[in-house]
T-cell receptor, first 112, second 114 residues
Framework: SQQGEEDPQALSIQEGENATMNCSYKTSINNLQWYRQNSGRGLVHLILIRSNEREKHSGRLRVTLDTSKKSSSLLITASRAADTASYFCATDTSSNTGKLIFGQGTTLQVKP | ETGVTQTPRHLVMGMTNKKSLKCEQHLGHNAMYWYKQSAKKPLELMFVYSLEERVENNSVPSRFSPECPNSSHLFLHLHTLQPEDSALYLC?????????????FGPGTRLLVL
């Protein structure tokens, strides 16, 4: 089973609307990261949130972390067509395995 | 540009060919990674190198052979691949593996095995 699981798997919204994606994980973590991937390209890092942090902002992005529920959410406000991509959460587990565990991702489509 | 480059960007090979994928990072990082991304599957970690030492080999078939000659370069040597090995192969780097911070990804090599 996956350490990180995103929900929903796919999301379609109109430009200007907000998009919320959720990530759940199973074991305790050092940090949780969100990445974006445009079709067939490499992943681009968006935000890293540490286990002792509850919320972080970066431009139109807001990430929350609830370690008691083992969940995180990524909110994109005032979405644009250019936000169309797949979004992945990844966890650095407290077992210090030296690797990130990626979820299956949420595919976001923003219609102009 | 993330500071991580990969060549070639696209590769078509037969099952009997031998080819190599190359990754180079210009970020001064100590750790490098190979991932495989297939359709409808999560990113699969294949290999991790830290300071040129392999620290993770994620049960990858021997037809994939990594090489890390120095901390800036990482290769993936391919031989006698199968059609199910067709995928996007991504290279990434990070400052270190402990603690694990941001990973910087290359654009990937799209591999098709015929």
């Amino acid at each position: 089973s996956q350490q990180g699981e995103e929900d929903p798997q796919a999301l379609s919204i109109q430009e200007g609307e907000n998009a919320t994606m959720n990530c759940s994980y199973k074991t305790s973590i050092n940090n949780l990261q969100w990445y974006r991937q445009n079709s067939g390209r490499g992943l681009v890092h968006l935000i890293l949130i540490r286990s002792n942090e509850r919320e972080k902002h970066s431009g139109r992005l807001r990430v929350t972390l609830d370690t008691s529920k083992k969940s995180s959410s990524l909110l994109i406000t005032a979405s644009r067509a250019a936000d169309t991509a797949s979004y992945f959460c990844a966890t650095d587990t407290s077992s210090n395995t030296g690797k990130l565990i990626f979820g299956q991702g949420t595919t976001l489509q923003v219609k102009p | 540009e993330t500071g991580v480059t990969q060549t070639p960007r696209h590769l078509v090979m037969g099952m009997t060919n031998k080819k190599s994928l190359k990754c180079e990072q210009h970020l001064g990082h100590n750790a490098m990674y190979w991932y495989k991304q297939s359709a409808k599957k999560p990113l699969e970690l294949m290999f991790v190198y830290s300071l040129e030492e392999r620290v993770e080999n994620n049960s990858v078939p021997s037809r994939f052979s990594p090489e890390c000659p120095n901390s800036s370069h990482l290769f993936l040597h391919l031989h006698t691949l199968q059609p199910e090995d067709s995928a996007l192969y991504l290279c990434a780097s990070s400052q270190d593996i402990f603690p694990m911070g941001t990973q910087y990804f290359g654009p990937g090599t799209r591999l098709l095995v015929l």
